[in-house]
């Protein structure tokens, strides 16, 4: 063709396929994970059979004989989920209409920066404060409890989703148009009806979507539990005893030495498949709802 | 008149009362991320006294508390954290200059980018699997620094693809326009114009990706990362600890000594993290009007 055509290959289309190949990385590490959480799982489903897993209602790779029901597992999960959101649910909304419908401007600028500093410290740390500080109180109101209780990690996860469900619900909130609390104003109505009867149910969309995303990260959390919540599986509701969640079994596990190809180390890839699967869905409900509703305004 | 007053009663009085009720609720729920913020740094501080000093700073991980010191999990998370960002940096900066100019709008882009928001999503201990899987056994690095590098690299990947997309989103179309007005080509207004302008956002992103994973401990659980070692890493391929597996390990440990060195290498941690994040906040509040000035 043209003269310059090298040139202009050289110089304008190595870049682009060079950056189009970084963006292909994300795809990759999306396969990666899926074929490395595979390669195990197959292996440990030749041992176990598809049934014991889902069906048993006993966790005990450890002891003779071996039980590999996840029930326990996903049942401490959710108990510590359920706890958390219970504790990040009303605590993030109230503070996101706090911020978001009655804050003076200082007030704002004085808060959102706590905010952002307590969803930057590290699990870890939430941990520490779970262990040394949330379960001794607890255990002074409440003898019996466990050192190791589902309560303790559970109220500490909540904590650490406070800025997370806050910061998208109030992103909601100002997304719902001026003109709408206006009219309900011009109606007679005071600053809590417009805020409960014209914006959250405005932004209904993006405060479950907020509540969604808030679940799935409670349910991949993982240093806070194994330091707080123990590492008993056990198919229980009660909060104040030891309980161990998908991601703390992995942690215990992996922290130890079980040698590749045994069967617990087989199990850590099956039950990460699970976790894997169950936050995908969150994910991709939450993300399809904070899209559907960025459409309407 | 009066058949009409009785049917409707405004109750401005309860209903005002009720507003100033619930508008207290809501500032306490606000406040209580304050009060929590407060008791857990306090309860650090307190906790760390008298633990923290040269000593510890400089000392390995010994049986003996007050002889025990965080210097290979420093010098770990250090060469974690460089790993990373040379891994994570360009990649991300790439991936987010090709989704922004090239592939805007196409059928490509809407994939990769709810893939990155999936991924940013998966939990981090998944990260860990991955990592064990890929880079410790299937590449065969071990138990490595390298191999946590890449894996934390990975782990913060769509964080720096994300907050680099917003800073070149920020770049006005207007600048574009000009250099093509000027002839220059695609990638000469990519390299030359959008890059420069959106460098400091791009930082601002990168620095916050890299303070979260500083303190992230779960994805390198899964690499092996060890607690008690009494060498400093001299190769990528040596083994390593870092800081928050340090604390891992003495915070689960019953004595309340142990505890309280967890508590001074906390601090040591949050304070890192308290640098990082002014830098970020410092490079935010020196760049952000100057786009709109021009």
């Known amino acids: 063709m043209l003269h310059f055509s090298d040139k202009f290959f050289r110089r304008e289309k190595g870049p682009e396929i060079l950056l189009a190949l970084a963006a292909s990385v994300s795809i990759l590490v999306t396969i990666g994970i899926i074929v490395s959480l595979f390669s195990e799982t197959s292996g440990f489903f030749k041992e176990v059979s598809v049934k014991e897993f889902f069906t048993d209602t006993k966790w005990t790779p450890f002891f003779r004989p071996a039980h590999y029901g996840i029930a326990p597992l996903v049942v401490g999960t959710m108990l510590i989920t359920f706890i958390a959101m219970g504790v990040a649910a009303p605590l993030g909304l ?14 704002r600028r004085l808060t959102k920066p706590v905010l952002e500093v307590l969803a930057g410290i590290p699990t870890i740390v939430y941990g520490y404060f779970a262990l040394t500080f949330v379960t001794p109180i607890i255990r002074t109101v409440l003898p019996h409890t466990n050192v190791f209780n589902a309560l303790s990690a559970g109220i500490v996860v909540g904590i650490m989703l406070i800025p997370m469900v806050s910061s998208l619900s109030e992103d909601a909130m100002m997304a719902v148009p001026n003109s709408l609390r206006e009219a309900a104003y011009a109606l007679g109505a005071t ?3 417009v805020t409960l009867k014209v914006v959250i149910p405005s932004a209904v969309s993006g405060i479950v979507a907020s509540f969604i995303l808030a679940i799935s990260r409670a349910i991949g959390e993982t240093m806070i539990v194994t330091l707080a919540a123990g590492s008993t599986p056990k198919l229980t509701l009660n909060p104040l005893e030891s309980i161990q969640t998908m991601t703390a079994f992995i942690a215990q596990v992996l922290l130890g030495d079980a040698p590749f190809g045994s069967i617990e180390y087989k199990s850590v890839y099956a039950v990460a498949s699970v976790l894997f699967a169950i936050t995908l869905a969150f994910n991709l409900v939450g993300t399809w709802i904070v899209r559907r509703y960025k459409e309407v305004y | 008149m009066a058949l009409q007053d009785e049917i409707f009663s405004p109750r401005f009085e309860s209903r005002e009362r ?3 009720i619930c508008k207290w609720l809501f500032f306490s729920a606000n406040l209580a991320g304050i009060l929590v913020l407060f008791l857990l740094l306090s309860k650090v501080l307190l906790d760390s006294i008298g633990w923290l000093d040269l000593q510890f700073i400089t000392s ?7 002889r025990a010191g965080i210097l290979p999990a ?7 954290m460089v790993i990373t960002a040379v891994f994570a940096i360009p990649l991300g900066i790439a991936a987010a200059v090709f989704l922004e100019e090239y592939a805007k709008g196409s059928k490509l882009l809407s994939i990769i980018q709810l893939n990155i928001y999936n991924l940013a999503g998966v939990p981090s201990i998944v990260y860990g699997i991955l990592g064990l899987t890929v880079f ?3 590449m065969q690095l071990g138990r490595s620094l390298l191999a946590g590098g890449l894996t934390m690299g990975l782990l913060v990947l769509p964080v720096i693809i994300v907050t680099a997309q917003e800073a070149i989103r920020a770049v006005p179309e207007s600048w574009r326009h000009a250099a093509y007005a ?14 420069p302008s959106a460098l400091p956002g791009i930082l601002t992103g990168i620095i916050l990706a890299l303070s979260r994973a500083i303190g992230e401990t779960a994805p390198l659980i899964p690499i092996g990362a060890l607690t008690f070692i009494r060498t400093i890493p001299k190769s990528p391929f040596d083994s390593f600890t870092i800081l928050p597996i340090q604390i891992y390990n003495w915070t689960s440990r019953p004595r309340d000594e142990f505890r309280a060195i967890a508590a001074a290498a906390i601090v040591v941690l949050l304070g890192v993290l308290l640098a990082m994040n002014s830098i970020a906040i410092f490079l935010r ?4 009007g100057r786009i709109k000035e021009v």
């Open chain 1, 191 to 193: 600053k809590l009806e």
């Open chain 2, 74 to 80: 420093l010098y770990g998370t250090v060469y974690v």
């Open chain 1, 94 to 107: 109230a503070s996101a209409i706090y911020l978001s419908e009655y804050a003076p401007d200082k007030m």
């Open chain 2, 285 to 288: 509040n020196k760049y952000q």
């Open chain 2, 18 to 20: 009720r507003n100033a």
């Open chain 2, 60 to 66: 390995f991980p010994s049986r003996f508390p007050e």
């Open chain 2, 182 to 195: 000027l002839g220059a080509s695609k990638w000469q207004t990519v390299r030359y114009v959008v890059l």
């Open chain 2, 136 to 138: 410790v056994r299937w």
